[in-house]
């Protein structure tokens, strides 16, 4: 029921009023005139009542009085049949009603601070709406119903166009039943029946959309849709409801136009000179309800956005005092500053000068490990990998680099083989669950025949990486003579399995750093009191904890490839590691990397970039050009990828991407920045910069 | 070497062994120790291995023996699990029983193992899993893999009181201790220790 001037406070559907006084205990107004068209009205009106609160007159729409009516006014309340409110009248609320009835016998402005207006029930079709119904006129009750499901959903009660409550239980048992038979559940024999309740006489309604004012009128008080609107909306060629609804937003607010919907039809009916049927409802949207966006965040929020992933040895980094690095979801020691005073930058620069100096260790459990068995696990290898494994010896280790599809670098690690049929592969931390499934696409889908199993081991065993001239001798004092780590019984690239202290152990020897090194695996338990075991060791050889800072410096130095080269625009000759690709066999990514474009000499090569002058620092990100003075992305040759302050070399280093940059070793380039207005001369270097020939690493 | 403990993912939680009170709507009981192996049968081998080792080959269908309780994985995969044995001799012990028809890859200590009981326990499950556990349809035996929290869990219905073991990663242990704890704190919730056996 649309009244003149509804928007004033006070004006309320009766309903609400009612649940104000019922269930909070609240009196909406000291004097509150009630308007109706039906007897839900009158509900309204014995709570008030029998509240205290006062209630100056009902106005029903209806021409004559019902039962509801007579005991009304054996309360002493006085009921006017055939009437209807004009408008609502006050200043900051509301202080009036003007009624008048249809004869125009009355006119009367009534005092009151409260109206509680009831235009009968609207049938809540929203949701069947959303599954694809369109809801069907029902003249008795002037209200949409849901025609006949669609989907496996049943209506019953209120939202069916049922009213009473009798009629609700038996409809909704009923569905009930229904939808359990459908659901396969097995219904007892004996045949139950609905909760009884008292039958309750259908209450009568009359039309009234809009009351016989000419004034403001809300129809959508979300949307601010007046009556006005519509009518305006009709005389400018909407006369369409989806046209309509459109260019007046009726019912498009987060209501979707609950109290708002039937009335707009119905003035847009009139308008037309149609009936309701024949102008149709639209379709409702989501939400049903407003929903808060809480609600859909629940518990993802704060530390839970994500699941944080923890190292066996993470309390021991905590009370090393490491500042953190998200990788993942994995978190890692960044750096261990000694004290309060020492800064990042600092704090790098120490740990990767000490690593090289003496021996520094690092956890590099996060690194993803994948074992892989089956007579076929060396073939499955060699296809996965550009480079061959299957005469790789049982008890070493090799650098394996693997190409997507399209022929462009994916990821790389080192994988070992344990057994004639069992290997043990590691990933990058960043693609360890994306490798795992490209492998189980490409043996269930790819290649089936191949009789090869594998599974995920990251979190069975955790990591330490011990590098430095020292490294040796700290693993020696730790491990106390548990296994020979002399050049003979464990050269680069061997891998040997002992027992520590009861568990399985595992060492290889292999180096990111470029140092003599080791990683050590253990079992999750042990990994806590292995670091412990080996830092304490350590101490006489000034062995230093070193975090994933350090450990990119001193990768950049030896020219290791890491997640700023493989950007998924690479190829394996871009970084330089075209020569791993085996002529011998076919691997995924094979073909593909043979296209023209991939093979062209002229691609961006990966290169080492120094800067002429030593005190000028590079930047990741920064362009390479021949001119400063002319720098744009025509004449962009190339980008920096990693850059690092390198206590080895005594400057910033860089590695990049560079055209024909392998050709190009001992020319200069200039660096841009633009967003610094830096431009830093550089000359182009091998992209190894610390000991090229790999001394160290065989000490 | 200075003496030390073998940790286990939940062990800075600092939790206990004990009995729940009558007053607990939801019990949380952090399993430790357990030998635990994923095994795999090799090319045709899946009916012969699951018959070697006296479990279903059916999906969704936990086997419970005595020495050990196995949980399908996918065709001819499954994860094993026994009290003790954490230290190598579970695998081993399915090695030699295996044979030539599969692998055994040790687990042990790569995942957390959370049981959950009482009487909230399926309030606080549907607040995170999609999967449907009522009673018709997860029957005692049930399991499967999900994803609860954004993280991996493999779901064995142990028992109808019910009671279900959630089987994660150990690196996510703490985050989904976290997260259920959070998803249990508007019951009585209790939470214990229970050691799986000094085998």
Redesign the interface.
């Known amino acids: 029921m649309v009244i003149d001037n509804n928007d004033k406070p006070g004006v309320m559907l009766s309903s609400a009023v009612r649940t104000y006084v019922d269930r909070f205990g609240v009196a909406p107004g000291k004097k509150i005139a009630v308007v109706t068209n039906n007897d839900d009205a009158y509900l309204t009106t014995f709570q008030l009542v029998s509240a205290g609160i006062e209630v100056p007159v009902i106005a029903d729409a209806r021409p004559t009085s019902g039962d509801m009516a007579d005991k009304a006014r054996e309360m002493g309340i006085r009921v006017e049949t055939d009437c209807l409110p004009h408008e609502a009248q006050g200043y900051l609320g509301v202080s009036n009603i003007l009624l008048q009835r249809s004869d125009k016998s009355l006119i009367e402005k009534i005092a009151c601070d409260c109206i509680a207006v009831s235009g009968g029930y609207s049938p809540n079709v929203n949701l069947v709406s959303q599954s694809g119904v369109r809801p069907v006129w029902r003249e008795d009750i002037l209200g949409f119903v849901p025609d006949a499901p669609i989907r496996a959903e049943r209506s019953a009660g209120a939202c069916n166009g049922t009213f009473d409550l009798a009629g609700c239980l038996r409809e909704g048992y009923e569905a009930g039943r229904q939808a359990a038979k459908a659901a396969g ?1 097995k219904l007892p024999r004996k045949k139950g029946a609905a909760p009884q309740a008292a039958a309750s006489a259908p209450s009568s309604i009359v039309a009234v959309w809009r009351s016989p004012g000419k004034g403001k009128a809300f129809v959508d008080f979300q949307n601010d849709v007046t009556a006005k609107d519509i009518e305006l909306a009709h005389r400018e060629g909407m006369v369409s409801i989806e046209h309509s609804k459109r260019y007046t937003t009726l019912g498009m607010a987060t209501d979707q136009g609950k109290t708002s919907n039937v009335n707009g039809l119905a003035l847009l009916a009139k308008a037309r000179g149609d009936d309701i049927p024949t102008v149709g409802t639209t379709r409702y949207r989501p939400p049903y309800v407003p929903v808060a966006i809480a609600a859909f965040a ?3 929020r704060g ?2 956005f ?7 040895m993470h ?1 021991v980094h905590e009370k090393l005092g490491a500042v953190f690095v998200e990788t993942g ?2 978190l890692r020691p960044r750096y261990y500053p000694v004290n309060d005073r020492e800064t990042m930058t600092r704090a790098i620069w120490r740990e990767a000068a000490g690593v090289r100096k003496t021996a520094g260790m690092c956890d590099v459990s996060t690194l993803g490990k994948i ?1 892989v ?3 076929d696990a060396a073939e499955f290898l060699n296809r996965l990998y550009i480079n061959g494994f299957a005469k790789l010896a049982v008890g070493r280790a090799r650098y394996g680099l693997m190409l997507r599809e399209d022929g462009y670098v994916y990821d790389d690690g080192t994988t070992s083989r344990l057994a004639e ?2 290997y043990f592969m590691t990933t990058t931390t960043a693609n360890a669950a994306g490798v795992l499934s490209h492998m189980d696409y490409h043996s269930q889908v790819v290649w089936p025949e191949l ?1 090869v ?1 594998f ?7 955790c990591g330490v990486a011990v590098a430095g001239p020292q490294a040796r001798n700290v693993l020696d004092a730790a491990f ?1 003579g548990a296994i020979d780590m002399s050049d003979e019984a464990l050269p680069f690239m061997g891998v040997r399995e002992f027992n520590w ?4 152990a595992r060492i290889f020897r292999i180096s990111f750093s470029g140092e003599l090194a080791f990683e050590i695996n253990v ?7 292995m670091w ?2 080996i830092y304490q060791a350590g101490q006489e050889f000034d062995l230093i904890p070193y975090g994933t800072e350090a450990l990119g410096v001193m990768r950049i130095e030896k020219g290791h490839v890491a997640g700023n080269e493989l950007d998924g625009r690479s190829t394996a000759q871009d970084m330089g590691l075209g020569r791993m690709m085996s002529s011998k066999k076919p691997f995924i990514g094979l073909p593909l990397s043979q296209r023209e474009g991939m093979a062209d000499e002229m691609r961006p090569r990966l290169v080492g970039l120094k800067p002429v002058n030593i005190k000028q620092r590079l930047r990741g990100g920064a362009h390479l050009v021949e001119d400063k003075n002319n720098a744009n992305l025509e004449t962009s040759l190339g980008w920096v990828t990693s850059v690092a302050d390198s206590p080895a070399i005594g400057s910033w280093i860089g590695l990049g991407y560079l055209k024909n940059g392998h050709n190009r070793h001992g020319q200069r380039v200039t660096a841009v920045y633009p967003l610094k207005q830096e431009s830093v001369e550089v000359e182009i270097c091998n992209p190894v910069f610390y000991d090229p020939e790999g001394k160290r690493l065989h000490d | 070497m200075t003496e030390f403990s073998i940790l286990n993912p939940l062990s800075h939680l600092g939790l206990h062994e004990g009995k729940e009170t009558s007053r607990a709507d939801v019990i949380l009981r952090d399993r430790r120790g357990l030998g635990i192996a994923q095994i795999f049968a090799k090319k045709g081998k899946t009916a012969a291995l699951a018959k070697k080792l006296g479990i279903s080959a059916k999906p969704r269908t936990a086997t419970v023996l005595e020495d050990y309780t196995a949980l399908p994985l996918s065709p001819g995969q499954w994860m094993l699990f026994a009290d003790g044995g954490a230290d190598g001799s579970f695998k081993q012990m399915l090695e030699e029983r295996i044979g030539k028809i599969g692998y055994v890859s040790e687990q042990s200590h790569s995942r957390a193992i959370i049981r959950i009981s009482g009487r909230k326990c399926l309030d606080v499950l549907a607040k995170e899993c999609r999967l449907d556990l009522h009673g018709d349809v997860a029957t005692t035996g049930f399991c499967a893999q999900t994803n609860m929290a954004k993280i991996g869990v493999l779901m064995h219905k142990v028992d109808d009181a019910p009671t279900f073991d959630l089987v994660g990663f150990a690196g996510f242990a703490d985050s989904f201790w976290h997260w259920i704890r959070q998803a249990s704190a508007e019951y009585n919730v209790e939470a214990f220790s229970e050691s799986g056996g000094e085998k």
């Open positions: 559940v629940g518990h993802e530390r839970h994500q699941p944080t992933r923890l190292s066996a309390t979801l994995w074992e068995f089956g007579p049929d069992h009789d199993a599974c995920s081991a990251t979190e069975q065993w106390d202290n009861g568990a399985q079992p999750w338990g042990y990994g806590k009191a412990e075991c």
